[in-house]
């Protein structure tokens, strides 16, 4: 069943001069931004970050000691242009910076979405590319404080130049992607893996079976503080075995119980029904009807976004986790941590 061909490139893959003398502009300082900018600056790379005048980025940006300008002025100084404003204000960004993209440039994202459903058509002279760490940036950022990797993803999508994989893998180099491990994809398997996973398993799917067991408990009279344990504050516990250790590992230390009653009711829960749910699921993020919704949305001011944003804030699980996270120990230490925080801010 394996579709498996998958190449991994490190460290000895990679060759430093197909960056060295080049300008990156960073476009955006937010989780992705603020970590490839710093990390590119330490790897001996210029970077010069774009933000708007009024941005509330700006002062972090000077404050780490980088170079910032207007998203258009500095596309306009850079060899390399990366893309990394929100996916839903990139195309009115692009429309703003492209007359800045010479012949033999690149256009680099780290995720695929405008590209892969056509909300940014950039001219056939330029590379396009993506490295997208497959991480958020703050680890991005500490993994290479402490001389550490964070796994990224690979992808061409135009190569113009005939260079932009050597470049691709210089610019993961200098972010640190490649200490740990690039793995070559395309825009399409990404955006579309991407979006599935989040939408099916991630956060849609994990989210909806919390739910649901959550209330079938309630509902049968079961009280809402022990649903919330056994139903949402226990999954912390179980997704942790599975990272550390697989499948396996995660049933080798559940009691023996626990592993027969879930491995005969587990596909009775989750069961054919749902397969063919996820199929449909794939289906509208492979023809483009999720990606046409979004944009729609989007242009419309997010309305229905605001209120499933509103309904899952008020959901019952909320209150009762929200209180008892606060009761019990575990957020002890946090606590602690943030009042030693208000004092050396009080002491500043
Ligand atoms: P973000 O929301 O953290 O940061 C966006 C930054 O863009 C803001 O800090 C601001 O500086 C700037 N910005 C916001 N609105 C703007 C506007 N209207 N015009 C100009 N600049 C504006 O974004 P992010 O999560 O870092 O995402 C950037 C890219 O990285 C996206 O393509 C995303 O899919 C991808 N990505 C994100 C993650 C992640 O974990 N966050 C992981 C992999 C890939
Ligand atoms: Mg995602």
């Not at 839903?88 to 680099?108: F, S």
């Not at 067991?213 to 503080?225: H, R």
């Not at 602690?336 to 208000?342: I, R, V």
């Amino acid at each position: 069943m394996s579709n498996s061909n998958t190449t991994i490139y490190y460290t000895e893959d990679t060759d430093r001069s197909a960056i060295e003398n080049k300008t990156v502009a960073v476009l955006g300082f937010g989780s992705q931004g603020h970590a490839h900018a710093q990390n590119l600056a330490d790897s001996g790379v210029n970077v010069v970050v774009g933000l708007r005048k009024g941005s509330s980025s700006r002062a972090a940006a000077e404050d780490a000691g980088l170079e910032v300008a207007t998203p258009a002025v500095a596309a306009e100084a850079a060899d390399i242009v990366s893309m990394l404003v929100p996916d839903t204000v990139q195309p009115a960004v692009y429309a703003d910076i492209k007359d800045g993209l010479e012949a033999g440039d690149t256009l680099q994202f780290a995720h695929g979405f405008n590209i892969h459903y056509g909300q940014i058509e950039p001219p056939a002279d330029v590379d396009v590319t993506m490295v997208a760490p497959k991480s958020p940036g703050h680890l991005v950022r500490r993994n290479y404080e402490n001389g550490e990797g964070t796994p990224g993803l690979l992808a061409i999508y135009q190569d113009s130049t005939g260079t932009a994989k050597e470049e691709g893998l210089a610019y993961a180099q200098a972010i640190g992607c490649a200490r740990a491990g690039v793995v070559e994809t395309t825009f399409r398997e990404e955006t579309e893996t991407d979006l599935f996973g989040e939408q099916a398993v991630l956060c849609g799917g994990v989210t909806s079976l919390i739910k649901h067991g959550y209330e079938t408990l309630v509902d049968a009279g079961y009280s809402p503080e022990m649903a919330y344990f056994e139903c949402m504050n226990e999954l912390k516990l179980i997704v942790d075995l599975l990272y550390e250790d697989g499948l396996g590992g995660m049933w080798d230390s559940v009691s023996d119980t626990a592993e027969y009653g879930g491995l005969t009711r587990g596909d009775r829960i989750v069961d054919d029904h749902v397969r063919e749910n996820m199929e449909e699921t794939l289906e509208e993020v492979q023809n483009g009807e999720f990606a046409r919704e979004w944009i729609v949305e989007n242009r419309a001011g997010r309305p229905s976004y605001s209120l499933h944003h509103q309904a899952e804030q008020n959901h019952d699980i909320e209150a009762v986790g929200e209180e008892l996270r606060q009761l019990f120990a575990w957020s002890e230490a946090t606590d602690a941590e943030e009042s030693e925080e208000e004092r050396i801010t009080a002491d500043d």
